[in-house]
């Protein structure tokens, strides 16, 4: 399918350049965000990050060329997950969500989440404060009840000091943004070794998205290695994402990337449609739970 450059109207991406790679059939991308200021953000956020709306993420997916998706309620609500709610519901069957709840949430609560849509729960130990560690334990046993998952953002030493809660989460874990392994070395990291661990454990999944966080180089041609390792010997434990709008990148200040050509990088280190097969779409549909009827 030929594709036109969206211009202005593709919100939070430096369109550089059309997507040089033509994704498989129902392709996901597991990791970004909505914000939509109808829903006021929580009264500690500073960030006051503008709006990015469904409307707007539609955009910039029909020019990516996939077609289901992963919301992940930012740290800029806390635990209110009403805008979650709202746009799972605008999005319809190819979206799932991930929420946040705190250790007072009720069962008619995570009730109200899986009807919407929402197979797990974010801690954001990177941003926000609402979620501690000490309601990791309690609230993932809740949830793996449910067959839901656990997803952890936190840099690279906040993982490695939360090793052993980690390795004691029951049910499955999602680490995202590849473990956030600082350069130049990324490998030599101890979170690097702790990643094996987690996936050694087939339970661990792991988020190759916003590259961004750690790269040295617009063009992120220095996380080849760490990329490379993660989606040829890690395969059915992979995941990718955008991190659209790339709240981060906004709050700093920083130029919007080029998302075609991180898209693609990924692509070809993948290097084989197997591996893409994985990534781009069986991998998201065993944990999300999408199925044939959903694309």
Not at 48 to 77: C, E, I, M
């Amino acid at each position: 399918m030929l594709r036109e450059k969206p211009g202005a109207e593709c919100k939070y991406s430096h369109v550089a350049s059309l997507p040089e790679v033509v994704l498989p059939a129902n392709s996901c991308d597991c990791h970004h965000h909505i914000f939509d200021r109808r829903f006021p953000y929580a009264p500690d956020d500073k960030r006051n990050l503008p709006d990015a709306t469904v409307s707007d993420y539609r955009v910039f997916k029909h020019w990516l060329g996939f077609t289901r998706h992963v919301l992940v309620q930012p740290s800029s609500y806390g635990a209110d997950n009403r805008c979650l709610i709202d746009a799972l519901q605008s999005f319809g069957p190819v979206v799932r969500g991930e929420a946040v709840v705190t250790d007072t949430v009720s069962d008619a609560e995570l009730d109200s989440l899986a009807a919407a849509g929402v197979t797990g729960i974010r801690f954001n130990f990177g941003a926000g404060s609402i979620t501690t560690k000490e309601m990791l334990l309690p609230l993932a046993s809740r949830v793996a009840e449910r067959g839901w998952h656990v997803q952890i953002h936190a840099t690279a030493d906040q993982l490695w000091a939360l090793r052993a809660l980690l390795k004691q989460i029951p049910g499955r874990l999602v680490v995202d943004h590849f473990f956030r392994l600082p350069q130049p070395e990324p490998m030599s990291h101890a979170a690097w070794q702790l990643a094996w661990d987690l996936i050694g454990t087939g339970r661990c999944w792991v988020k190759l998205s916003a590259l961004y966080h750690q790269s040295q180089r617009d063009d992120v041609f220095d996380m080849a290695d760490v990329m490379k390792g993660f989606l040829h010997e890690a395969t059915e434990r992979v995941l990718w994402g955008s991190d659209w709008p790339h709240p981060n990148l906004i709050s700093a200040n920083k130029n919007m990337p080029d998302d075609a050509l991180i898209l693609s990088r990924i692509f070809h280190w993948a290097s084989n449609d197997r591996v893409r097969q994985r990534l781009f779409v069986d991998n998201p549909s065993e944990l999300y739970g999408f199925n044939s009827s959903s694309s």
